[in-house]
């Protein structure tokens, strides 16, 4: 089984984080009868010193090399993934993809009906790559933005909405689609550095979202266990403005 992560700033992660696709592979691994690669023609995080997805520092320089593979990038969205997704799908020989997307779509660049228009592409061209591909989707998580912008606010229940009427429209049963649930327990005050970016314990909650979907669906693997309450290796980061997409 070949998984690829797909997202955006929130997948790739930034140099010096362990990011949510480290902690799943984690929990891979730690069910050794369970056969899986990672795939992805990208591998680094984005880079804030040059603005670029460049940095190879994982918190964990023992993330194997092939682990680390995905297609996420900073500053891209359905928009951006639509397009690419055949590609990346046949060249990896992707099995289930995980997704989670749409919240800089919104916050830069398409209203909610656009960015369900565009995610609906999305899976159109997945599956013109493979016919079975299975597809693990995660809502928007309003970040700190949405606590003062209301119509943001409205803009993103609104694209949940429209996210879970593709799932039910588009599912087939040689292609699952599945809609997995809001990270129990997520607050973006204790689980991210800065209002939209996960820190330790929200890197847990995210790979815990996709972990447990597919093994409430699929019994793929097992429960994925426990959020730790503290990281004593990974601190938390000051808060930092949230760069504009690049």
């Known amino acids: 089984m070949r998984f690829l992560p797909v997202g955006d700033s929130m997948t790739i992660g930034r140099a010096g984080d362990f990011t949510w696709r480290y902690r799943l592979w984690q929990h891979l691994e730690s069910f050794p009868g369970l056969r899986y690669e990672i795939v992805g023609p990208r ?120 996210l879970a009427k593709a799932v039910a429209d588009l599912d087939e049963p040689s292609s699952p689609l599945l809609l997995a649930t809001h990270p129990a327990g997520y607050d973006i005050h204790t689980d991210t550095y800065d209002g939209t970016h996960p820190g330790p314990s929200g890197e847990h909650r995210l790979a815990g979202a996709f972990a447990d979907a597919m093994h409430q669906a699929w019994e793929l693997g097992g429960p994925y266990a426990a959020v730790p309450s503290t990281s004593p290796s990974q601190p938390a980061r000051r808060p930092r403005p949230q760069p504009l997409p690049v």
């Open 43 to 162: 591998s680094t995080l984005y880079d804030a010193e040059t603005g670029a997805p460049g940095s190879t520092a994982y918190a964990d320089p023992a993330f194997p090399s092939a682990a680390r593979r995905h297609l996420a990038g900073w500053g891209e969205g359905w928009l951006h993934m639509a397009p690419v997704i055949a590609d990346a799908v046949r060249r990896g020989r992707a099995d289930v993809l995980l997704v989670s997307l749409g919240l800089i779509d919104l916050g830069f660049y398409t209203d909610s009906e656009q960015t369900a228009a565009n995610a609906r592409a999305f899976i159109a061209n997945a599956r013109a790559a493979n016919a079975h591909v299975r597809m693990v989707l995660l809502p928007v998580i309003p970040n700190i933005r949405a606590a003062s912008d209301a119509p943001f606010a409205a803009e993103c229940a609104r694209f949940n909405e429209l």
